[in-house]
């Protein structure tokens, strides 16, 4: 499942998805596919419950798309390419299985789209964030504009999108970007921890938990209601529920089967 730029361990019910560019990460045609396929290949796989995603060394979780690769590219090219980075993180952001982004250092441009489209955010005490598109003339373009708003709120999104200056992980974490801050020698351990966690859950529960949130968010209240009232009724009808319910009547730990 490994590859040049993506390595993937797992463990413990919990796959640790690395993007390995240092020092800096950079997105390029290469990683978004690779993203796709190895979030593609987890999703079926029965022995894992829960992704984290991180970068590779100690600066950036990612700084940004390499803007090497994008320079030179023609209208065509970079409608390509944007198309290529929405499915990768559509797919990050629709996995029937949570995704934590374990954001160890910078996360620009990009890397924020990147951790935008997981689940749950950590983020090390020297992490930074920003939307510097701006800067170079565009704008972001892989569901930044619209994710941030939807997790901040827009005035504040628009501030952050317009000026498109850095942040650090204490104020993300003040605007709820990110749901916590550690330490930096404890950022994936952390991250692994919340993940084992959500791992013990019961996995069918979760998918129409994170299906129930990501569908609802995007209809309007009736809709998403009947959205709700399905995924509870499809997590009700499994084996899993009943093993809960009797579990907590037997007063002992549940043991899931994922059906």
């Known amino acids: 499942m490994n590859n040049e730029f993506l390595l993937c361990d797992i463990e413990n019910k919990v796959a640790v998805v690395t993007i ?27 022995e894992v419950n829960v992704i984290v995603i991180t970068g590779s060394g100690d600066q950036a979780f990612v700084a ?61 005490e020297k992490a930074q964030f920003a939307f510097p598109e701006i800067s170079l003339g565009v704008i972001p373009g892989g ?3 619209q994710r941030i708003q939807k997790v901040i709120g827009q005035g504040i ?9 850095m942040i650090d992980a204490e104020r993300a974490y003040q605007l709820h970007i990110v749901n916590k801050v550690v330490a930096d020698d ?22 129409m938990m994170k299906t129930a949130v990501n569908t609802g968010s995007n209809v309007d209240l009736e809709s998403a209601l009947t959205v709700e009232a399905a995924c509870y009724d499809g997590a009700f009808a499994t084996e899993d529920r009943k093993e809960a319910m009797t579990a907590f009547v037997q007063n002992r730990k549940p043991r899931f089967v994922g059906r």
């Open 20 to 46: 390995n560019l240092p020092p800096d990460n950079r997105l390029n045609t290469q990683v978004y596919q690779g993203l796709t396929q190895i979030m593609s290949d987890l999703e079926a796989n029965e």
């Open 64 to 124: 940004g798309a390499d803007i090497n690769e994008m320079v030179d590219l023609d209208t065509v090219g970079m409608m390509n390419l944007t198309q290529i980075t929405r499915v990768a993180f559509s797919t990050i952001e629709n996995l029937n299985k949570p995704v934590i982004a374990a954001i160890n250092g910078l996360a620009r441009g990009g890397g924020l789209e990147l951790a935008l489209s997981c689940d749950l955010r950590i983020a090390s």
């Open 143 to 145: 569901g930044g504009t």
């Open 157 to 165: 999104a628009k501030e952050l999108l317009y000026f498109g200056d």
């Open 186 to 207: 404890e950022i994936l351990s952390v991250a692994k921890e919340w993940a084992e966690k959500l791992a013990q859950k019961a996995p069918v529960a979760l998918r």
